[in-house]
């Protein structure tokens, strides 16, 4: 839990960031212009009351291939197309479900599992609301972390609609680690 806390503010630190970046001279350009008034220094650095855990230098210098395959697998799953979806996961995964549903290993397991819960569906409706792409600099890992609504209609007629917020792990272009929260939109009974 508090792996998934930390992404979630990490994501929301760099969506509050700005960059402060000076674009480059012309060739040719004339330099003996009146130098410009230098910017206001930054603010002194505060003192958090807390220290991250897992880490704390983040970019969002993660490939738009991985960018690709995580969001390939939100397309299969909406579409009912495992097969798809096993094509984004690496051999060996980690899943932490909103239900508190937990696995670890092969991924015809997790497959599995997804299947049993896709078949009881005859439709699901996805919209993406927004990705935000994370490298950790000090852990040499990437994760993409994608926030969305979602719409099942099951076969039984129920509807359930909610959003979500995912982190999903990514190494060598596959999927090996993925963390789920929910949020329903309707009040369950």
């Known amino acids: 839990?508090?792996?998934?806390?930390f992404f979630l503010s990490i994501a929301l630190f760099f969506i509050a960031c700005n960059s402060d970046t000076k674009p480059a001279e012309e060739p040719g350009a004339d330099t003996s212009?009146?130098?410009?008034?230098?910017?206001?220094?930054?603010?002194?650095?505060?003192?958090?009351?807390?220290?991250?855990?897992?880490?704390?230098?983040?970019?969002?210098?993660?490939?738009?291939?991985?960018?690709?395959?995580?969001?390939?697998?939100?397309?299969?799953?909406e579409s009912g197309d495992m097969a798809g979806i096993k094509t984004t996961l690496a051999d060996s995964v980690e899943f932490n479900g909103w239900d508190g549903t937990q696995y670890k290993g092969l991924n015809?397991?997790?497959?599995?599992?997804?299947?049993?819960?896709?078949d009881s569906m005859s439709s699901v409706k996805i919209t993406i609301d927004v990705w935000r792409k994370m490298h950790s600099?000090?852990?040499?890992?990437?994760?993409?972390s994608v926030w969305?609504?979602?719409?099942?209609?099951y076969k039984t007629g129920k509807v359930?609609?909610?959003?979500?917020?995912?982190?999903?792990?990514?190494?060598?272009?596959?999927?090996?680690?993925?963390?789920?929260?929910?949020?329903?939109?309707?009040?369950?009974?």
Do not use: C
């Open 148 to 153: 969305y609504k979602e719409i099942d209609t």
């Open 33 to 77: 212009k009146v130098a410009e008034t230098p910017a206001p220094l930054a603010a002194p650095s505060v003192t958090l009351p807390y220290t991250a855990g897992y880490s704390a230098q983040w970019t969002d210098d993660v490939s738009d291939n991985d960018l690709l395959t995580v969001l390939n697998s939100y397309k299969y799953w």
């Open 160 to 189: 359930d609609s909610a959003y979500f917020q995912d982190d999903n792990g990514v190494k060598n272009g596959k999927i090996n680690w993925y963390s789920q929260h929910k949020q329903y939109l309707k009040k369950k009974k």
């Open 108 to 118: 015809t397991g997790l497959l599995k599992m997804w299947t049993t819960s896709r």
């Open 1 to 5: 839990m508090k792996r998934i806390l």
């Open 137 to 144: 600099v000090d852990k040499k890992e990437d994760y993409i």
